[in-house]
Structures are given as C-alpha cells and as structure tokens.
C-alpha cells in the first residue's frame, strides 16, 4: 500500500495544532514515495514518565547503552567485552546478598557447573519445591557468579530455593552447549523432586532458554515443570517482532536489534538457522507447556516477541498470564533492588509459582 | 513537563533535506538523552509485520487517520462530525448482524435509550447472564444505532446477550450525562439480575466508562458486577502515559492525543478538572474490583494506560489479566470482523466471563 501523498499535505495545511518540528517532516515525506505498506514515523523526544517511581525514572533517563554499536572480530574480542561486563555485575554481588539475605554456593550437578542459590528463609509451603534459573545476557554474558544476580533476586523476594545454572557459552561453546547443560540439570533434579514441585525462570536469553529446555524436554519425554516465568524472552534470533522497529532506539538498554545483538545471535547459533526452533522458541510447538507467566516494558525491544509468546501459548491452550511494565526498557523491571516494581514483579512471579507449582503435603 | 524548544527548533533548521536532516540527528541522537532526561528518538520507517493475519497486515498498512488534526469550533461543526462517522458506522452493521446471527432491537431501560443484543443461540450456561456495553468513541462518536457495533460482535461471537447502552454525550450533554445514564441501567438492571450474573464491557470511551461506572456504583453503594472486560481504556484524559509520546503516529488509528483527542477530552469534561477519577479512573479507587480482563496492541497510542490501570488492579488485590496484540493501533483487535485475532480476542473474553461470572445454577 502506497502513502497517499495527500495525507501529508493535508497535515501539513492543519499544522496549527501539531509540534512545529513535525511541520517540515511532513511537507518533505510528501514529496517523496516510501516503500510499500511502510509507516514513516518523525523523530519524537521522550520525556521521563512521572507515574513510575523515582528509581525507575532513573534508570528510564539514561542514556541509550552503547554497547549496541560493538562489533567484536575475534574470540579474544569477544571474550574481553564479557569478562568486562561480568567483573562490574560480580562487584555488586555481595551488597546484594546481604540485602535480601541470600547465600551462594558453587555446586556441579549432572557435570554442569551451578549455583544452589537459598534465602535466609525458605517458607514452610516451599520445602519441597526449588526453582531452576536460566539466566540472560544476550547469550555470551554473565558467566559464573556473574549469571547468578537475577537468582539472588528471586530467591530474596520469593523465599524460594534457586539452582542457577552456570551453562556453557560462546565463543568457546555455541549451541547446542547452553541448552544440553540446561537439560541436563533438569533432568537430573527430576531424580529428587517431582516436576510439579519444579519451576524454571530465566530473563531474556534465559527466558528463550527457559521455553527451548521445554521443548527439549518434550523431545526427550521428560516431564513438563509445574510453572514457568519467562522474563522478556528473546524467543526470535530473527528480526522479527514489530517492537524491534517501534522501540528501537527507545529501548535504552539494548538499543537495537542490529549491531552487537545480531553478532551474539549468529556466534550462538554457530552456522544453524535462527529459525530453528531450539534457537527461536516462538517456532516450536507448545502445546503441553505447563502454566507460564511473561513479562515485559512499554518500551521492551522485545515487546513484540514476548506478546507473541504469550499469544502462542493461549492458542496453544497453555495458561499464560502477561505483565507489561509502564515505561520499561529491556529488563529495567529488575535493575535496581530498591525499585518498587522490582519487588511487585517478583511478587508476581511468587503468586503464580505458589498457585501452581505441587504442594509440599503431596510429597 | 515542557518540551525544550531549542532543540526543536535545531531540527527544523537541519531539515532542509531528509538525507542529511536524518544522518547527523542519527549520530546524535541514537546513545545520547537530553539533559533534562529526555530521549531523542530519530525518525523511523515501519514495515508491516508478517506475522499477524493478512486482515490484520492490511490495517496495519493504513495511513494515519486524519481526524486527529481536526479542530471543531462549535457544537454544529462538532454534530457534523459524529453524524457523518455514525452514518459510515450504521451502514455496516447489516451485513455485520447477518454474519454473526444477531439481532438487535431498540429499547428504554430506566429512561435511558438502549439497545438489546441478541445473539441466534444464548448458551444454556449463559441464560442468567447478560452483559453490560458501554460503547467507545472518544466520549463523542457511536450515538444511537452506530454505537452498537461492539455489542454486536460480542454477541455474536460469545454467544451472550447483551444491554447496549446509548448513553447521552457531547456537545449537547457532557459529563456527568454518560456516567448518569450507565448507572442509571446497571441500577435497573440489577432489579432482575444478580450482580455476580452481570459483566461490563467497552473500548477506549466505553472502557474507561466501564471502570467509572463500577467507581459511581461504589460510592452508592450499589453491588460490584461478576466481570469486567475493558479494552484498551482511555483512563487518562491528561497528557499522561508513556505510549502517548512513544506511539505518537505509530498509531495509525489515533495517531495523537494532541489535537482532536484532546479537544474531546475538554469537550466532555466541560469545565471539570481532567483528574477527577469519574472522567479518569487511572485516579480512583479500585479495590474491591471484579476480575478485569484488559486489552491492548503494541502499536497502541493507549498501551501504557491500560498496563497502568492493569497493574493499579493487581496492585488492589484484583484478579486482573491483559492481552496485548502484536502490531495493532488502538482498537485493531475488533477492527476487522474476519480477522482470526478478532474471534481470538472475543473467545479469551468469552472464557473469561465464562470463568467468573455466576453460574446459572446458582439461581
């Protein structure tokens, strides 16, 4: 569909009420043919919502992560800007774990190296139930203790028990390493405790890891977990996902999915096609996923990937709730610890395991 | 919060030609925010996304509505406008009442006009039961016939009956004329009807008037309904929310709060101050709430004021869902009655009130 050229003109000619900086956009757009179907949109400026609180109108201010625009050549490339980002997470670990009252012990299970993650408090109806945590970073990031922040969160807000899983990455180890070591803990907590009793989490690379374990699993005939809390998955390795034109740029986070995200997604895949369901988890088939609750931000990248999730799994009959957080970047719904809605998000998450993971009296 | 004028003007100045008017903004733009916290977010073209139905792809490739530059001076110019949109409305319904098996027939409940939908086949489970329409149109638009359109397609597709209110609006009778003849029939309904038998659905307007009607029916002490569906709710009449600035002509059904939107918003208002929880319910007290199941797309200029009062719900205890469409500009969700996400929406709507309203046993 062509842009009727009278369109512009037509606003151009009513241009009192609109901003004056729009004026000279339209006049031009008129003047030149855009591409079928497409909607040019002007450049806008974003003022810092006032309903949020202080803490995440803070995080929603800054600036856009540079960090878009890398493009790492080599393995010792890559490697640095990783050990880089995970040295600043690890230095705020141990305020962290004080704060909520969390311990952290390294641990191996089933050969793969983790993280048995334990609040100060484990409540009475959660003695028999443990959550497993993928965690996110565009697939290369946060290896080791660095993986285990988002876990920390969960464990300190939900009272729940966490197995943070330290899987293998590039650039040493593509896929299929990261989803073999996942699955490979799973099935070996199913050995002590029930699948009902078991929930899996994970933040955007570990959201998409948390569906992608799922849909081993079912290959593999192992049982389905009781619930599931996929945060703002990256579920398409494509650039598929209409908020990843809206929102780009207005994601301060990530940015943009070009640049340095579509290089993790490439060196992940390592020559297999993004389309492969076992990479992008909006192509599998879902049906049999066990309860699931999704979460995402106004202004998410991947707002579209984690609605089109969501939808995926209703059609598919699959109980799945949605939270879309006013105003939020990329993952901002846990950035900071003292932010209100990093405590009302994992009150959330904590409502729907406790509602639907096994109870402890049906040991 | 005011727009820092120099830098519009900066842009203006370096429009003279859209190659080099987008390049150097670009590289200012794209890793940088304003002092002030605001984010500088260049212009953008957006493909249609393939992922949605070819319905849904071809409303997504419309241009922006016009009407949002219209500024009416006087209640006539005004008339003109809802009647020539009403008569394009009327001359649909039809063939739309053919398709979907409905009939609908005129009525008077409690002095106020309204209209009583019927679909070819009530559900045994559903005899009990009847819902409530508040319709939508920027608190101007539907009056009369034109006004039961979502009626119809609730009908038809859920298999309930439906009270379709025909609520008085301006210029001739502002608010609280609305608010007034909602109660009013919800009162009256409530003589022959349980309360826990009873949802309440709208869009946009009719949205934000089905949260004002449960706030009016508080405060006179009037029992709560079983459900409620609101999509895409306008519960804001201020400038506030942050998809107002982030989906600015990226909604192509509304395109701006500015202008028209704005106008209405006064218009209705009348005088009364814009934050009043009647004419905004985002400012209201919602505890004690019926289970809520809310609507929106990511292309949404209303998108953040529906997560907003979803998680004003959640956050009073209330059992509170939210769907959100890949792509879709306000009301897309029910725009084409073809569409599959059309029946989709309407299905998760209908198992909701199936869900929570009385059962017809309980007579």
Excluded: C
Excluded at 14 to 31: E, F, N, S, T, W
Excluded at 147 to 153: F, H, K, N, V, Y
């Amino acid at each position: 569909m062509k842009l009727p050229r009278r369109r512009f003109l037509h606003l151009a000619a009513g241009a009192a009420a609109l901003p004056a900086y729009i004026v000279p956009y339209l006049q031009r757009a008129a003047a030149q043919s855009a591409p079928t179907g497409m909607l040019e949109v002007p450049a806008r400026m974003l003022p810092v919502p006032d309903t949020v609180s202080p803490q995440m109108q803070a995080l929603i201010a800054r600036p856009v992560n540079p960090r878009h625009s890398l493009s790492p050549q080599t393995a010792a490339e890559w490697t640095r800007i990783v050990e880089d980002a995970a040295r600043a997470v690890v230095a705020g670990l141990p305020k962290l774990r004080e704060t909520l009252g969390v311990t952290v012990e390294p641990t191996t299970i089933a050969g793969v190296k983790a993280f048995i993650v334990t609040p100060k408090l484990i409540l009475e109806s959660n003695r028999e139930r443990v959550l497993l945590h993928l965690h996110g970073g565009t697939r290369v990031f946060n290896p080791g203790e660095s993986g285990t922040r988002e876990a920390i969160l969960m464990a300190g807000f939900t009272g729940y028990k966490v197995i943070s899983v330290d899987y293998r990455m590039p650039p040493d180890f593509p896929f299929p390493a990261a989803l073999d070591d996942s699955v490979a803990v799973y099935r070996e907590l199913l050995k002590t405790t029930k699948p009902e009793n078991i929930g899996i989490f994970g933040a955007s690379a570990g959201g998409s890891l948390t569906l992608t374990t799922l849909l081993r699993a079912k290959m593999e005939n192992l049982p389905m977990p009781g619930a599931i809390a996929p945060g703002t998955p990256t579920v398409d390795l494509t650039k598929t996902g209409d908020s990843l034109f809206t929102n780009a740029f207005v994601d301060n986070v990530v940015g943009t999915q070009d640049g340095f995200i579509r290089a993790t997604a490439f060196l992940y895949a390592n020559g297999r096609d993004l389309k492969d369901p076992l990479l992008s988890p909006i192509y599998g088939d879902v049906r049999g996923f066990p309860p699931a609750i999704l979460t995402s931000g106004t202004r998410d990248l991947y707002l579209s990937n984690t609605v089109r999730m969501h939808r995926k799994l209703r059609a598919a009959g699959v109980e799945a709730v949605l939270q879309v957080w006013e105003g939020q970047s990329h993952l901002h719904y846990m950035a900071d610890v003292t932010a209100p809605e990093t405590k009302e998000y994992h009150d959330e998450v904590a409502r729907f395991f406790d509602r639907h993971l096994g109870k402890a009296k049906a040991e």
